[in-house]
């Protein structure tokens, strides 16, 4: 498997000058296929994703959501099919237009600032003030000259989710950045990303989190076994799911 390293930390561009993204959409997905070891884990998905809000992907443990958000990204290469940016076949220069949090914060080992400072010094914006701004706004303004990797889980999850917005990028991708963390430190996340969706960035965000998928959603993808079963408005979704696994999921069952 080729796993490409992420590309946000290298991001030159001020994209928020293009319209905020509005280029690199719809997403266009079209059969994509990726296999591994002789097993073909994401098997055909079609999917349109549009331009702005937060698109939900649910689904139970091992359906292809975090290799979906891989591919999507381009840290994985499809096996087979198609993904399209706004037309434009994935390649570096919209790639560096994207951001990626984890589940587990990825820390540079150097103080809070200097984790911030990395990537605006890659953009040519690296100014104290504009740290400060950012750090204020993840709540960790006075651990600026700790080392990253003393803050705890949550605090290092603010410093990663800030980190990867000081990069202005179009499309965030979240995979399950809370589900580590306390319901506080919880909404402080989601707080963050609202503002980011608020100021026109596109987020794809992986929850279980039926409460945080309700809070967040402004349309759902549900996977089972490496398909997309559907995809629909959170409303919809939330009020009648059109596929039974997806109806199951979220009782509480277990879905085969
Ligand atoms: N490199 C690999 N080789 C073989 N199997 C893999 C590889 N990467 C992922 N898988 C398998 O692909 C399936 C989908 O994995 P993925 O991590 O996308 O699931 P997920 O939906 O994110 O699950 P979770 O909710 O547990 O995070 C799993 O069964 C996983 O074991
Ligand atoms: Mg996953």
């Known amino acids: ?8 930390v290298i991001d ?10 509005a280029d690199l959409f719809p997403l266009t997905v079209e059969d994509l296929t990726y296999q591994a070891g002789g097993t073909v884990l994401i098997k055909g998905i079609d999917l ?33 099919g198609w993904i ?18 984890f589940q587990r914060a990825v820390m540079l080992r150097r103080s809070v600032a200097a984790n911030i400072d990395f990537v605006l010094r890659l953009r040519g914006r690296a100014d104290p003030a504009r740290r400060r701004e950012i750090l ?14 003393l ?6 999850q603010r410093l990663a989710l800030a980190r990867a917005l ?32 608020d100021r ?22 549900f996977m089972h076994r490496g398909k997309v079963l559907e995809h629909s408005p959170a409303a919809a979704f939330f009020n009648q799911p059109a596929s039974a696994e997806a109806g199951d999921y979220m009782a509480g069952k277990i879905i085969l």
């Open 48 to 80: 349109t994703l549009g331009a702005g809000g937060v698109t939900v992907i649910m689904g139970p443990n091992g359906a292809g959501k975090s290799l979906l958000l891989r591919l999507l990204h381009g840290l994985l290469e499809p096996s087979g």
């Open 151 to 156: 803050l705890s889980g949550g605090e290092q």
């Open 12 to 21: 030159l561009r001020n994209t928020q000058d293009s319209g905020a993204g």
């Open 1 to 8: 498997m080729r796993d490409l390293r992420p590309a946000n």
């Open 84 to 101: 399209a940016w706004g037309g434009q076949p994935l390649d570096d220069a919209i790639r560096r237009r994207q951001a990626m949090v």
């Open 166 to 197: 000081a990069t202005e990028p179009d499309v965030l991708f979240m995979d399950e950045p809370t589900s580590n963390l306390d319901p506080a430190s919880t909404l402080v996340i989601e707080d963050i990303t609202k503002a980011a969706r």
């Open 200 to 221: 026109g960035t596109k987020i794809v965000f992986i929850t279980h989190d039926m409460g945080q998928a309700r809070r967040l959603a402004d349309d759902v993808v």
């Open 136 to 149: 204020e706004h993840a709540g960790l303004a006075d651990r600026a000259e700790q080392p990253a990797r």
